[in-house]
């Protein structure tokens, strides 16, 4: 139950979020350039928000559209492909769905599973230990037994 409870504090602490989705996300609100396909950051991007109706082999980069506020700070932003032919296509992914995608992981589940399977066994050990107690308060001592004998 310990290791569950352990995970899931990690977890929440971010040490379980993938390097390369964050590098989509920092590329989104930092990069003034497109980003290759070829990177290993665009292909776990291009596994979940693939191209609509796009062959694979025409595109080229991951290209994107923000808007900013004139200080400072992203009011939006959305990400697209670029063909070899420098057409962009339809929007695959917005910054909201990006960012959501950054914090998905595995893990959580994993933690609660494990902290399932603890509070499981420590309910079990109860059950057993109760058990054991009634049994011993049914049956007679063999000591007590004995002095009747005599």
Partial sequence: ???????????????FKSKNRMEILY?????NSGMPINLPAAKE???????????????????????RYELDGIV????NYMRRDLSRTKNV???????????ETPYPWIAWGLTLVGFIELLGNWYIDRKLESKEHDCP??????????
């Fill in 27 to 31: 590329w989104v609100s930092n990069s």
């Fill in 1 to 15: 139950m310990a290791i569950g409870l352990i995970l899931a504090f990690l977890d929440l602490k971010g040490y």
């Fill in 141 to 150: 001592k063999i000591g007590s037994y004995a002095t009747r004998l005599m």
């Fill in 93 to 103: 992914a917005t910054l909201d769905e990006i960012r959501r995608w950054t914090l």
């Fill in 76 to 79: 939006d932003a959305s990400v």
């Fill in 45 to 67: 991007f291009i596994k979940r928000f693939p191209p609509q109706d796009e062959k694979f082999n025409n595109l080229t980069h991951l290209t994107k559209n923000v808007i």
